[in-house]
C-alpha cells in the first residue's frame, strides 16, 4: 500500500443483478447472490498497486444487492481539460498516454482490462500525473455478467467491442460465447480520447447514442480512420498541424481491426515514446514480508540526513498507507452509506413508490416505472478525513514515529479497557498499529518484541501478518506454494468439495465462489505437500481463519496453516489417529479434574465424557465451534501458548457452563452441547491464562505431541522463559521428565502425572553443580505447593523432600473414604487451592490417594511420575537431625 500523500478516499456505488429465490444450483444449495461474487472477486484489486492506478480500498455490501466501493480519489480529471475547449499542447498529449499505458501495461500484467475508460475515470493528482479509476469494475462483475448496466461509455468503446453488443454469459450457449475485452479495447479508448484533448472537444456531442454507434461501426469501410473522424467533427485543421510523432500515435491507437492494433505493452515501447520515456523510472513493488528478495535493496538515504528531519506540513496522517486511513475513518465513526445519502446518490423511496405496475381492462397501467435505480451512476464522492483529523488533533508527531528500543513505552489509558472498547477507540488503534507496522518490517529480528507486544494485544489490522510471526513463518513461502501440485485430481477432492460449502458460510468472503477456489487450492496444496498425513473432516474449519486473514495471499494462508497444525495437532491428521485423540481427550479429562474436581466427579457420574463434545473443539481449535470474530479473539492468546493451552481453553469453556451442567443430567447435557450456548470470549480467555499459569508444564504431557526442538541454550535444555508464562514452549526431555505410559493406565489415573524437574521448580529449588538444592527462603515467601508423601513413616524418615508431609497410605482414609484425621489433616486442608502433589513408591496407590482427594473436590492434585525414586538419584531428599 502507497502512502496516501495528497490523495484523498472516494466512494461509489452500484447494484448487483438480483437472482431469482427459487432457484437453487447443481449442487441443491441456493444460488450465490451476484453481490457476494462481486465481493469476492473485488478482493483481488487490493492487491494491485502501481503510481498510475487508484489505489482499491474495500468494498461493502448492503441491502438489495447495493455494492460501496472505496478507492483512492483525485478532484481534477481529463474531464476538467476537456471543459476549457482548448488544445492540450502536443508534448502534454504524450506525457498523459504514457502514464495512461502505464497504467493499462500494469494492469494487463494481472489479468485486468479497464474497459470503461474515459477523460472522467483518468484522474489527475495535485502533481498533475495520471492514476486510472473504476479500473477494476470490468474484472470484479465478471465482465458485466453480473450487473444489469453495460461496462464502458458508448463514445470510447472500441468497434468490436460495440459489435458484439450488450451480453451475458448466461444467455449464450457455451459454444456461442462471446470472448470477453482484451487489452487493445483499451488503447482504442484511450485513442479517442487523445484525439479530444488534440481537438480541445469532446466528439459525437451531436449524436445520440445509437447514431454514435453506428457511425463507429461504418469506420471498418474507411482506410484512414483518424482524418474520416476529423472531417467529422470539422478539426481537419488543428489535425494537420499536429506534430508527426502524435498523429503516428492516433493512428496507431485508432486502428479499426484489433488484430492490427497494438496492445499498451506494446505501444509502449514505440518510437513515438522515445523522448518521453527517459523521464519516468520503471515500477518496482517493494517485496514483501516474507519473501527471498532483500527488503532493503532499494532503500536509498539523502545526502544530507537533515532532510529526513525536516517538518513540512506535519501532516503524519498522510504518511500512513489509505488502508490504514480508511481503517482509522471507520473507526472514528466514518459512515459510507450516510455519506451516500447526504451526496444524494442514494435516495430513499416511500413504499407506495415501489409497487409494481398493474393493468386494468381497458390496458390502462399504473404504478412505477422503470427503476434506473438499477443502472450505474459513477458519481465518486470524496470521503471527508475533516473528522478523523479532529479525532487525532492531540495525538503527536512521536506516535507516528515511536522509538522500538524504549522499553518503557507506557501504553494509553485505553490499554486497561476491555479488548472490545480498545478494538474501537481510534487512537489508541493509531498507536498499535504504528507500532506493530514497524516491528513486523524488522521480522525476524524484532520476533521477542513482536511476541510481547501481542500479549498485550494484536491490533485487528495487522493481525493476519501477526500471526504468521508468531508462528515463526520465515523464507520464500511463494515459491514454495506455486511449486505445489494443486491441479492434478486427488481422492480427497470430492470430500474437500462438499466439505467447502458448509465452512463459515455466514462469511460474505469465505462464502463467495472466488474464497471456495482459494479454500481449494490451500487445502489441497496441504494435503498434497503431507504425505504421511490425510484430510480430515475439519481441516477446512481450521483453515477458515487465516484463509480469511490472508484472503489475497493464499501462500501465507498455507504457510500458517502449515506451522500452525504441528505445534497444536501434531498428527491428528494420521490415517489412523484414535490413539492421538484418546491420548488428548484423557489428559483433558485429568485438566478437568485438576481443576474443578467438583465438575469432573459429576460429569464422570453421569457418563458425560470429552469423546461425547470434545472431539470437534481439538480437532479444529475451536474453529468449528465459533464463529471467526471470536476465533481471531480466541487465537490471539493460543499462538502465545504452547501445545497444552487448548486444554485450558475447553475447561474454561466448560466452567462458563458449570452451573447448568452441574444441574443437569447426561440428556440435558448432551441437548446442551447440541447447541452450544453464547460464550464470553474475553472471559473464556482470561479464565485460560489463568488455568495455564496454575498447570505444571508437565501434567499435559503427551506422548504423542510434537517432539521438542533442541535448545541450544547454556542450561542443559531446560526453558529460560518464566515458569508459568503463556509464551513457554515445550520443554525438551530431560532425565527428570516425565516418562510415556501405556494408554490404558493413563486412563486409569484421574490426577495429571508431573515430572521430577517441575516438582523441583515448585518447590523453589536452585543449582549448585549438577543437580538442583534448596534455596534459602525469606520469611515472608510462601510455598506454591504442599507435596504430600504417602509412604510409611519408617520410608519417610529415611528420606524425604523438604517440606513435605507424610500421611501414609495405608492409615490415610476410613472405610467410607474420608480422610482420616490427624497432624497434617489441618495443613492439608489450608493448602486447599493449591498444587498438591502426591508422591510415594508404588504407582496404583498414589493414584488411588489422589482419587480419593479429588472425590474429596480437593482441586490441583497431580502425581509425581516416578514416584520418590526418580528424585533419590538427585541428592535433594532430606535427612531429619537426630533429636537430642
Not at 478516499?9 to 461474487?37: E, Q, Y
Not at 460464550?679 to 496454575?694: A, H, K, P, Q, T
Request: hydrophobic share 40%.
Amino acid at each position: 500500500m502507497f502512502p496516501l500523500k495528497d490523495a484523498e478516499m472516494g466512494a461509489f456505488t452500484f447494484f448487483a443483478s438480483a437472482l431469482p429465490h427459487d432457484v437453487c444450483g447443481s449442487n441443491g444449495l441456493p444460488l450465490t447472490p451476484n453481490s457476494i461474487k462481486i465481493l469476492g472477486r473485488f478482493q483481488i484489486l487490493k492487491t494491485i498497486t502501481h503510481p498510475r492506478l487508484c489505489q482499491y480500498v474495500d468494498i461493502s455490501r448492503g441491502k438489495h444487492e447495493r455494492l460501496v466501493v472505496v478507492a483512492e480519489h483525485c478532484e481534477r480529471s481529463l474531464e476538467d481539460l476537456l471543459r476549457e475547449r482548448k488544445p492540450v499542447s502536443c508534448s502534454t498529449v504524450l506525457c498523459i498516454a504514457f502514464e495512461v499505458l502505464q497504467g493499462l501495461q500494469y494492469m494487463n500484467k494481472h489479468g485486468i482490462v479497464h474497459r470503461a475508460l474515459s477523460p472522467h475515470n483518468i484522474l489527475l493528482d495535485r502533481k498533475g500525473h495520471i492514476k486510472l479509476a473504476k479500473f477494476g469494475l470490468y474484472h470484479m462483475t465478471a465482465h458485466g455478467d453480473d450487473v444489469d448496466f453495460p461496462i464502458g461509455y458508448p463514445s470510447y468503446l472500441a468497434p468490436e467491442v460495440i459489435a458484439q453488443g450488450i451480453f451475458k454469459t448466461t444467455d449464450h450457449m457455451p459454444s456461442k460465447k462471446p470472448l470477453p475485452s482484451g487489452p487493445k479495447s483499451d488503447v482504442w479508448s484511450l485513442g479517442i480520447i487523445l484525439f479530444e484533448l488534440c481537438v480541445g472537444r469532446k466528439l459525437f456531442q451531436s449524436l445520440d447514442i445509437s447514431e454514435r454507434l453506428k457511425f463507429l461501426l461504418t469506420l471498418d469501410c474507411v482506410d484512414d480512420t483518424l482524418i474520416v473522424l476529423a472531417e467529422e467533427h470539422g478539426c481537419l485543421d488543428i489535425i494537420k498541424e499536429l506534430p508527426e510523432t502524435v498523429i503516428d500515435l492516433l493512428n496507431k491507437c485508432l486502428t479499426f481491426h484489433p488484430s492490427k492494433r497494438p496492445t499498451p505493452d506494446q505501444l509502449m515501447k514505440d518510437k513515438v515514446f522515445s523522448e518521453v520515456s527517459p523521464l519516468y523510472t520503471p515500477f518496482t513493488k517493494p517485496a514483501s514480508l516474507f519473501s527471498s528478495s532483500l527488503r532493503c535493496a532499494d532503500l536509498t538515504l539523502p545526502e544530507d540526513i537533515s532532510q529526513l528531519c525536516k517538518d513540512i506540513n506535519n501532516d503524519y496522517l498522510a504518511e500512513r498507507s489509505i488502508e490504514e486511513v480508511y481503517y482509522l475513518w471507520c473507526l472514528a465513526g466514518g459512515d459510507l452509506e450516510k455519506e451516500l445519502v447526504n451526496k444524494e446518490i442514494i435516495r430513499s423511496k416511500p413504499p407506495i413508490c415501489t409497487l409494481p405496475n398493474f393493468l386494468f381492462e381497458d390496458g390502462e397501467s399504473f404504478g412505477q416505472g422503470r427503476d434506473r435505480s438499477s443502472l450505474l451512476d459513477d458519481t465518486t464522492v470524496t470521503l471527508s478525513l475533516c473528522q478523523l483529523r479532529n479525532r487525532l488533533k492531540d495525538v503527536g508527531g512521536e506516535a507516528f514515529y515511536p522509538l522500538l528500543e524504549d522499553d518503557n513505552n507506557e501504553l494509553s489509558a485505553a490499554a486497561t479497557l476491555p479488548l472490545i472498547i480498545r478494538e474501537k477507540d481510534t487512537e489508541y488503534q493509531l498507536n498499535r498499529i504504528i507500532l506493530f507496522d514497524r516491528l513486523l518490517k524488522a521480522y525476524p529480528y524484532k520476533k521477542n518484541q513482536i511476541w510481547k507486544e501481542a500479549r498485550v494485544d494484536i491490533p485487528p489490522l495487522m493481525r493476519g501478518l501477526t500471526w504468521a510471526a508468531l508462528l515463526g513463518v520465515e523464507g520464500a513461502i511463494h515459491a514454495k506454494y506455486d511449486a505445489i501440485d494443486k491441479d492434478t485430481p486427488i481422492p480427497t477432492d470430492r470430500q474437500i468439495e462438499v466439505d467447502i460449502p458448509r465452512c463459515h458460510q455466514y462469511d460474505e468472503l469465505l462464502s463467495s465462489p472466488e474464497g471456495h477456489a482459494k479454500f481449494r487450492r490451500v487445502l489441497k496444496a496441504w494435503v498434497v505437500s503431507h504425505p504421511d498425513l490425510v484430510y480430515w473432516q475439519g481441516l477446512d474449519s481450521l483453515c477458515a481463519p487465516f484463509l480469511y486473514l490472508n484472503f489475497n495471499n493464499e501462500a501465507l494462508a498455507y504457510a500458517c496453516m502449515s506451522a500452525f497444525i504441528p505445534k497444536y495437532l501434531y498428527n491428528f491428521f494420521l490415517k489412523d489417529n484414535s490413539h492421538v485423540i484418546q491420548e488428548y481427550l484423557t489428559v483433558f479429562s485429568q485438566m478437568i479434574a485438576f481443576h474443578d474436581p467438583e465438575l469432573s466427579n459429576h460429569l464422570n457420574e453421569i457418563g458425560f465424557i470429552p469423546d461425547l463434545y470434545a472431539i470437534p473443539w481439538f480437532l479444529t481449535m475451536f474453529t468449528h465451534v465459533f464463529p471467526l470474530h471470536k476465533i481471531f479473539h480466541l487465537w490471539d492468546t493460543l499462538l502465545l501458548g504452547n501445545s497444552s493451552f487448548p486444554f485450558c481453553i475447553g475447561v474454561a469453556i466448560l466452567q462458563q457452563l458449570r452451573d447448568r451442567l452441574l444441574a443437569n443430567g447426561f440428556n440435558e447435557c448432551i441437548l446442551l452441547f447440541s447447541d452450544l450456548p453464547e460464550i464470553d470470549i474475553e472471559r473464556c480467555v482470561r479464565e485460560s491464562i489463568n488455568l495455564f499459569c496454575w498447570t505444571p508444564k508437565s501434567a499435559t504431557y503427551r506422548q504423542h505431541a510434537q517432539p521438542p526442538k533442541p535448545s541450544s541454550d547454556s542450561s542443559g535444555g531446560r526453558s529460560s522463559a518464566p515458569y508459568f508464562s503463556a509464551e513457554c514452549p515445550d520443554p525438551p526431555k530431560t532425565d527428570l521428565s516425565r516418562e510415556s505410559i501405556p494408554l490404558n493406565d493413563l486412563k486409569s489415573e484421574v490426577s495429571p502425572r508431573i515430572s521430577a524437574e517441575d516438582l523441583i521448580d515448585l518447590c523453589e529449588l536452585t543449582v549448585t553443580g549438577h543437580f538442583k538444592t534448596p534455596s534459602k527462603k525469606t520469611k515472608s515467601s510462601k510455598p506454591k505447593l504442599l507435596v504430600v508423601d504417602i509412604r510409611n513413616s519408617e520410608d519417610f524418615i529415611r528420606g524425604h523432600i523438604s517440606g513435605s508431609i507424610n500421611i501414609p497410605f495405608s492409615a490415610a482414609f476410613t472405610a467410607e473414604g474420608e480422610l482420616t484425621q490427624g497432624p497434617y489433616t489441618a495443613m492439608l486442608q489450608n493448602f486447599k487451592g493449591k498444587v498438591i502433589v502426591i508422591v510415594g513408591h508404588v504407582a496404583k496407590h498414589t493414584a488411588e490417594f489422589a482419587a480419593h482427594l479429588v472425590k474429596m473436590k480437593y482441586p490441583r492434585i497431580c502425581i509425581l511420575d516416578g514416584g520418590i525414586n526418580k528424585i533419590k538419584p538427585t541428592g535433594l531428599l532430606t535427612i531429619p537431625s537426630p533429636q537430642i
